[in-house]
């Protein structure tokens, strides 16, 4: 007979609350590296195959991009490791699901605009 005591389920709504907030508050801090990323591919590798125009203002080269976008990008990248290391300990969520959230709310707020973007395009 085993005297340990029960163990509860793991999470729960306050807990996935956190975690969706989280998760989108951080999607929406990376609209400005996703849209610049996207800026850049669309001045130079898509204009390079022929499928976009360039932006006829654009006369720097590739360099300042460079410069600018990849440590963006990098701390992009650290911040969203180390929220999900440390926001899936302190939270205790399963590890699986816990990135399906967080993966799904943070591509939320890129998507919407780039959605919205399009529909104002095609009308």
Do not use: I, K
Not at 2 to 11: C, H, I, K, N
Not at 79 to 102: D, K, N, T
């Amino acid at each position: 007979m085993s005297l340990s005591a029960p163990t509860a389920p793991r999470g729960g709504p306050v807990r996935w609350s956190v975690a969706g907030a989280a998760g989108l508050v951080y999607g929406c801090l990376l609209v400005v590296p996703f849209g610049l990323a996207l800026v850049f591919a669309r001045n130079y590798p898509l204009h390079a195959l022929g499928w976009t125009d360039r932006e006829p203002t654009e006369n720097d080269g590739v360099l300042p991009w460079l410069v600018l976008m990849v440590p963006l990008l990098l701390l992009a990248v650290a911040g969203w490791v180390l929220l999900g290391l440390l926001g899936r300990r302190a939270l205790g969520l399963p590890r699986q699901r816990w990135h399906r959230v967080r993966a799904g709310l943070a591509v939320l707020p890129s998507a919407v605009l780039l959605l919205g973007g399009l529909l104002r395009l095609a009308f």
